[in-house]
């Protein structure tokens, strides 16, 4: 049954696309002109995988919205763009130009409050257990690498907007998202990208390494520096770039695959990362869904070789992931395709707040130092939400 539902979900989206109006005469750098629009949890992946599914969780494996009126705002260019079938247009724009005149989406920010501390699942100890069962299975050559990851949850009363609108300003990131659904709400502050379709061109850009970064200029150039050094971290990043040069091979031109830039820096507000790109052409026959069905999940986010790190993810993990290190983003009617990992986010469901953070861990990883870059790459977390409950 989870396989068919895979399967039936590709099909409704690709037959979802051909009852839009048709969107070909509007601009080329318009990326979304009306299409689907949601997430894929990460344990919609397992059925592809042949790994049992785990039991339900809070909010469904995969939703989309399929909207044929979009707004689309350009931040940097500071323009605006309303697309609508002709004949509602004008219904569109008497809806949506009382919404460009306010200044915020809600006239007062909504409240919202964080009842109580935030809470670690794992102890320091479970999490050790954990990494040495890992480590004893990469030893035994089961695999290479294995993300391993820990989750953590907090109480909330109020609206997860305000949430997202405080911590987007704290932690910007390039593949942010907000996505209000009828369950309650998901807040993504991803800076990694799994898949992007551009007419025939693939670009996946996977992240392999973290530094926190450092308040004093100095220091925060050395920790870059070091993260840049490292044969550990760059040894992660290259399992990963060749999992999504097979992943990508599956659906590309005969020798199209190409790493344009492998084990580069970029750093954000709170961590430093490796970053490589691996581009490809599709080929002939395949469309953005059966790419993003060739990448999902992202190799980055399970560890090579993808299916058994699958596997020991789900034995070993403190139960499902849901929404993390799934993925969200849309799919253009004209064949584009954008989609993030979700990584850095949290689901609002109900008053409960989860949120997830974890890293590669290979046969030279110390699990002092893997522990402590998961509490790394969500700090910025712990402290906002501390902040809330002390507001409260």
Same mark, same amino acid.
């Given at each position: 049954?989870?396989?068919?539902?895979?399967?039936?979900?590709?099909?409704?989206?690709?037959?979802?696309?051909?009852?839009?109006?048709?969107?070909?005469?509007?601009?080329?750098?318009?990326?979304?002109?009306?299409?689907?629009?949601?997430?894929?949890?990460?344990?919609?992946?397992?059925?592809?995988?042949?790994?049992?599914?785990?039991?339900?969780?809070?909010?469904?494996?995969?939703?989309?919205?399929?909207?044929?009126?979009?707004?689309?705002?350009?931040?940097?260019?500071?323009?605006?763009?309303?697309?609508?079938?002709?004949?509602?247009?004008?219904?569109?724009?008497?809806?949506?130009?009382?919404?460009?005149?306010?200044?915020?989406?809600?006239?007062?920010?909504?409240?919202?409050?964080?009842?109580?501390?935030?809470?670690?699942?794992?102890?320091?100890?479970?999490?050790?257990?954990?990494?040495?069962?890992?480590?004893?299975?990469?030893?035994?050559?089961?695999?290479?690498?294995?993300?391993?990851?820990?989750?953590?949850?907090?109480?909330?009363?109020?609206?997860?907007?305000?949430?997202?609108?405080?911590?987007?300003?704290?932690?910007?990131?390039?593949?942010?998202?907000?996505?209000?659904?009828?369950?309650?709400?998901? *807040?993504?502050?991803?800076?990694?990208?799994?898949?992007?379709?551009?007419?025939?061109?693939?670009?996946?850009?996977?992240?392999?390494?973290?530094?926190?970064?450092?308040?004093?200029?100095?220091?925060?150039?050395?920790?870059?520096?070091? *993260?840049?050094?490292?044969? +550990?971290?760059?040894?992660?990043?290259?399992?990963?770039?060749?999992?999504?040069?097979?992943? *990508?091979?599956?659906?590309?031109?005969?020798?199209?695959?190409?790493?344009?830039?492998?084990?580069?820096?970029?750093?954000?507000?709170?961590?430093?990362?490796?970053?490589?790109?691996?581009?490809?052409?599709?080929?002939?026959?395949?469309?953005?869904?059966?790419?993003?069905?060739?990448?999902?999940?992202?190799?980055?986010?399970?560890?090579?070789? +993808?299916?058994?790190?699958?596997?020991?993810?789900?034995?070993?993990?403190?139960?499902?992931? !849901?929404?993390?290190?799934?993925?969200?983003?849309?799919?253009?009617?004209?064949?584009?395709?954008?989609?993030?990992?979700?990584?850095?986010?949290?689901?609002?469901?109900? !008053?409960?707040?989860?949120?997830?953070?974890?890293?590669?861990?290979?046969?030279?990883?110390?699990?002092?130092?893997?522990?402590?870059?998961?509490?790394?790459?969500?700090?910025?977390?712990?402290?906002?939400?501390?902040?809330?409950?002390?507001?409260?």
């Amino acid at each position: 049954p989870a396989r068919r539902s895979a399967l039936s979900l590709w099909e409704a989206l690709r037959e979802s696309m051909t009852r839009l109006p048709d969107a070909a005469s509007l601009p080329a750098e318009l990326p979304f002109a009306g299409g689907a629009l949601g997430y894929l949890a990460y344990d919609f992946g397992l059925a592809g995988q042949g790994i049992p599914p785990p039991p339900a969780p809070s909010l469904p494996e995969a939703a989309f919205g399929i909207y044929d009126t979009t707004l689309l705002v350009d931040h940097h260019g500071r323009k605006a763009w309303l697309c609508a079938p002709e004949d509602r247009m004008v219904q569109a724009l008497a809806e949506w130009q009382p919404r460009l005149a306010c200044r915020k989406v809600y006239p007062h920010d909504p409240f919202f409050q964080v009842r109580g501390p935030v809470r670690q699942i794992w102890s320091r100890s479970e999490y050790a257990a954990a990494f040495a069962r890992v480590y004893a299975y990469i030893q035994a050559g089961d695999c290479y690498q294995v993300n391993l990851a820990q989750p953590f949850v907090a109480s909330y009363a109020g609206s997860p907007w305000s949430l997202y609108q405080r911590l987007r300003t704290v932690n910007p990131a390039p593949f942010s998202a907000y996505l209000s659904l009828p369950q309650g709400a998901v *807040l993504s502050f991803s800076p990694e990208r799994l898949l992007q379709v551009q007419k025939d061109r693939l670009q996946v850009r996977p992240i392999k390494g973290t530094r926190p970064r450092l308040k004093d200029r100095q220091d925060d150039q050395q920790m870059a520096q070091a *993260l840049l050094a490292s044969p +550990k971290d760059r040894a992660e990043n290259l399992m990963i770039v060749d999992l999504l040069r097979n992943d *990508l091979g599956r659906v590309a031109a005969t020798g199209s695959v190409q790493v344009p830039q492998l084990c580069a820096l970029e750093s954000y507000a709170h961590v430093h990362h490796l970053v490589s790109v691996v581009e490809a052409r599709l080929a002939s026959g395949q469309d953005a869904l059966s790419a993003l069905e060739a990448c999902f999940p992202g190799g980055s986010i399970t560890g090579a070789p +993808k299916r058994r790190a699958m596997e020991i993810i789900a034995e070993l993990e403190a139960g499902a992931r !849901g929404l993390y290190c799934g993925s969200i983003g849309y799919l253009d009617q004209r064949g584009g395709l954008d989609m993030n990992i979700a990584i850095r986010s949290m689901t609002a469901v109900r !008053g409960d707040l989860r949120f997830w953070a974890g890293g590669g861990i290979v046969a030279d990883s110390d699990p002092d130092a893997e522990y402590q870059e998961t509490l790394d790459k969500v700090a910025v977390f712990h402290r906002e939400l501390a902040a809330l409950a002390g507001e409260g």
